[in-house]
């Protein structure tokens, strides 16, 4: 395991606080970090980008989050 267990409700909170700052009809995507080769059969070892990882937890590459509130 990564990580210890985080409480969802942490990044529940993340994303209100986010969105309470988001003007009306507005949208807000965020992409997990791309996986960067570094020779021709091998890469660098992933790392979720942290805004992503901040309001959602997941830390999963080729991930989306899209918040509009």
Same mark, same amino acid.
């Given at each position: 395991m990564k990580y210890? +267990? %985080?409480?969802n409700k942490l990044f529940i909170k &993340?994303?209100? &606080? @986010?969105?309470?700052e988001m003007q009306?009809? +507005?949208?807000?995507?965020f992409n997990s970090n791309d996986i960067y080769p570094i020779s021709a059969d /091998?890469? #660098?070892? @992933?790392?979720?980008h942290r805004d992503i990882f901040?309001? /959602?937890?997941v830390d999963q590459e080729e991930s %989306? #989050?899209? #918040? @509009?509130?």
């Open positions: 210890h +267990s %985080i409480d &993340n994303r209100k &606080n @986010f969105m309470k009306p009809k +507005s949208l807000a995507v /091998s890469t #660098l070892p @992933f790392e979720q901040y309001l /959602s937890g %989306i #989050l899209v #918040l @509009f509130p």
